[in-house]
């Protein structure tokens, strides 16, 4: 489910360390020699598993970065669409507060996986 890719559609797939991640096969900087973490195939769970235990306390910043990594694509957004215009699509007030909204996720996922 997290491994959304720049082909995806989304700008910006590919830049956070949670799509460098999934994109890696477990490696920030995979080294292209095939090897990968023992614990990759349970990497996606633990970024969902964290992901919903960040929607048990703030729905809005989950939601977000679901929609800003294609893992939720809601009803009237296109893959081409930029956050502006996913802000508007998720009603949120403000370019700025959406990129907040995402922001916090990612840290708070990125805390809670240890990273």
Known sequence: ???????????????????????????????????KLDNYDGLGARISDSVSRLALANVRAATALRVEHGVLRPKGLSPHDNQDT????????????YRRLVKTARDFVIDDLKL
């Open 1 to 35: 489910m997290w491994e959304a890719r720049q082909e995806s559609g989304y700008p910006g797939g590919g830049s956070s360390m949670l799509a460098l991640l999934a994109e890696g096969q477990g490696e920030i900087m995979p080294t292209g020699t095939g090897h």
């Open 86 to 97: 996913r802000a508007r699509v998720l009603g949120v007030p403000s370019l700025r507060t």
